[in-house]
């Protein structure tokens, strides 16, 4: 869709940095922002439209791109007066960058059908510094046709583009991907507290677990915090369980009852509730640590 007219809607760090990654490819954009201005000034700097609401956007746009917290920002801006789906064009293609609830995902495509569009769900992986270069993992999902005409803008934005079955698919995987990789740092963190606690060298610990199969990206990327301060995964903790609560909802829609999720979530609300919520992920190592420390006064 070289010709293609993109709204896109949700310019924090990462939708702006595709935002201006789009714009390097020479796409027209029209951007709706919220808030902070820093992302949406950023695009118009360099050539794009502001639109004055979602309606807006989808009325001017070919393809609609939304990159958003949760599945309630999403819903605010698809529905009601105003909102996308009220001025979306015929055969117009939305796309759903966010991390959303798979439910939530296949009402509104339902929605967006009847009013003669598609809905794609194709939630992200890696950093806003990846976006940037163009080099996202992009876990798309819904109608294949759709998928098929807008790929050469997620070529743009992504290195790894996937499309993995029906509408909903990538919001599934990306919720069961977020939940092994958050029970996983979690437990990590943990383990560095523990060895404090026991006395035991943080350095040491980690030779060994690094040397057999636990090693892993995120086992070095909690273990380049606890050794070194360095914070590798940019992630926040209020995120993290924002996207393990997402997780357990799906899981109780599907009348799974899920164990494993519950002791991430534990942590995460717990770190988050104690003021720890724009902490980065690697940093709840000095939440256990702290924990343990207090428990031991």
Do not use: W
Not at 273 to 295: C, H, L
Request: charge should be negative; hydrophobic fraction near 45%; glycine fraction near 10%.
């Amino acid at each position: 869709m070289p010709d293609a007219k993109i709204g896109f809607i949700g310019l924090g760090l990462m939708g702006s940095a595709m935002a201006q990654r789009l714009l390097d490819c020479g796409h027209t954009l029209m951007v709706l922002g919220n808030r902070n201005r820093t992302g949406l000034d950023a695009s118009i700097a360099r050539g794009a439209t502001e639109a004055g609401s979602a309606r807006e956007v989808a009325e001017a746009c070919d393809v609609v791109m939304l990159c958003m917290g949760t599945s309630d920002h999403v819903e605010a801006r698809m529905r009601g007066d105003g909102g996308v789906i009220e001025g979306l064009r015929p055969d117009a293609v939305v796309i759903d960058f966010g991390t959303s609830l798979p439910g939530s995902t296949k009402a509104l495509g339902a929605d967006v059908e009847a009013a003669g569009g598609t809905y794609l769900d194709a939630p992200l992986g890696r950093t806003p510094s990846h976006a940037r270069e163009g080099k996202l993992n992009i876990m798309a999902a819904g109608d294949r046709a759709a998928f098929d005409r807008v790929r050469p803008l997620l070529d743009d934005l992504g290195e790894n583009v996937f499309h993995l079955g029906e509408l909903g698919s990538g919001h599934t995987i990306k919720l069961i991907n977020n939940f092994f990789a958050m029970t996983t740092a979690n437990a990590m963190a943990e383990a560095f507290a523990m060895a404090d606690r026991a006395g035991v060298a943080r350095d040491k610990l980690h030779a060994v677990m690094a040397a057999g199969p636990l090693h892993s990206g995120m086992m070095d990327f909690i273990a380049n915090y606890a050794k070194e301060g360095q914070v590798d995964l940019a992630f926040s903790v209020a995120n993290a369980r924002k996207d393990v609560s997402y997780y357990k909802m799906m899981a109780d829609e599907l009348e799974a009852d899920s164990i494993m999720s519950i002791c991430a979530l534990m942590a995460l609300s717990t770190a988050v509730e104690a003021g720890r919520g724009d902490a980065m992920v690697p940093e709840m190592v000095d939440f256990f640590a702290d924990r343990f420390s207090s428990e031991a006064d």
